[in-house]
């Protein structure tokens, strides 16, 4: 699928993208669920390990073995719930940036206008069941790394007049976590409640990516040379920082383990950096669908991040 998806990029249509986005509102309007009323989704998690171990960070170092069962299930519970929390502020951005978005928007009947308008609902939906299963998880672990929100709350703001920039980093963000929650709510030993709001939120955000998608091309086309260089070096390492702060260091302090040292080989092994790759592979394939560049002139950021060559071709 992705070679296919390189080998043709999408020349900038507003017809075909006006068409899309009414779709996908469309699509938005037959299918409202509340996770507070849906019956599936009124739920608790269980007692005990939410994850499976091999979903677990930190399953392929050493000191994993030693881990008590309920040491594995403190862990599991803390890395959803820095998952969670992560996913809750991100969207927090999301609906910023399309709030902005419908506030320069000179004709507010445009169809990309209605299904901002669409999708903010969608996604306060969404944080809302976020902020349930925290509480649910209760959550010990501090995160070292929140001393430096202040400087993401400056950067954000100019990120937000980026359209480019923000609709490819709109991509990571939901990339990433509809791989992580395909395999949890595939594997057989996920807690059950946490396998329906896996569910529920990967068909919610399959709409939200096929948005992005769609826009991209005149996002791209739109852009001025700061907005594309930020797409072609900047966004890529703001992506791979998205990932490896998913599971904050805090998280591994419950368990009795270092938190830096254990973040930082967590992220290496060889488990965790198949995963970015995976999940990063469909950015780039968008991006080169795009039109974002050429075929042959993929930057190295963005090649070391989905672990592709100069073509987008994933390497051996």
Known sequence: MLTGMLATSRPHDPARTRDRVTQLSTASLRR?????????????????????????????????????????????????????????????????????????????????????????????????????????LEPTARNPLSRWRWVAAKIIPRILRRRATLDVLVLGGEEIPDLLQRKAAEHPDTDPFLREVNRYHRGEEARHLAYARAVLPSRLAEAGRVDRFLVRHVVPRVIHMMFDTLVHPGVYATVGLPTFDTWKRANKTPSRVALRHEATRPIVASLMAAGAMRDGRLTKPWRELAGVDASGQPLA
């Not at 609906?95 to 903010?120: K, Q």
């Not at 306060?124 to 509480?135: E, M, N, Q």
Request: net charge negative; no cysteine; hydrophobic share 40%.
């Open 32 to 136: 409202v669920i509340d996770p507070d009323l849906d019956f599936d989704l009124v739920g608790s998690l269980g007692d005990g390990q939410v994850l499976p171990d091999e979903l677990l960070s930190i399953h392929e170092l050493p000191e994993f073995a030693s881990l008590t069962l309920e040491q594995r299930a403190r862990l599991s519970r803390e890395e959803v719930a820095s998952i969670v929390e992560s996913g809750l502020r991100f969207e927090a951005v999301l609906m910023a940036g399309f709030s902005m978005e419908i506030f320069r928007n000179d004709d507010l009947t445009d169809p990309e206008v209605v299904y901002s308008l669409h999708e903010i609902g969608e996604e306060t939906r969404h944080s809302r069941l976020f902020s349930r299963l925290l509480s649910q």
